[in-house]
């Protein structure tokens, strides 16, 4: 086997090494932050509280349902 073709086998599979990385790393990060969501509603009403306002749960369940459309 030439030298050209073991580097084009080589190249060969480290793009698909790399193709299939980004997807099972894609699927964790999902699952991730699925699982642990960067903000909660703790962090929400806190927020909120600090810039002067006293939310309602309402509004908080809408501002966790818009932040979840986003994370799919």
Same mark, same amino acid.
């Given at each position: 086997? &030439?030298?050209? *073709? !073991?580097?084009? +086998?080589?190249?060969i599979g480290?793009i #698909?090494? *790399? #193709?299939i990385g980004f997807f099972v *790393?894609?699927k +964790?990060m999902?699952k +991730?932050? /699925? /699982?642990n969501?960067?903000? @909660?509603?703790? =962090?929400? !009403?806190?927020? =909120? =509280?600090?810039?002067?306002?006293?939310? &309602?749960? /309402?509004q #908080? @369940?809408?501002?966790?349902? &818009? =932040? *979840?459309?986003y994370?799919?």
């Amino acid at each position: 086997m &030439s030298l050209l *073709a !073991r580097l084009g +086998y080589v190249l060969i599979g480290l793009i #698909i090494g *790399a #193709i299939i990385g980004f997807f099972v *790393a894609r699927k +964790y990060m999902q699952k +991730y932050m /699925k /699982k642990n969501p960067p903000i @909660n509603e703790q =962090m929400i !009403r806190t927020m =909120m =509280m600090q810039m002067g306002r006293t939310p &309602s749960q /309402k509004q #908080i @369940n809408q501002m966790m349902k &818009s =932040m *979840a459309k986003y994370m799919d």
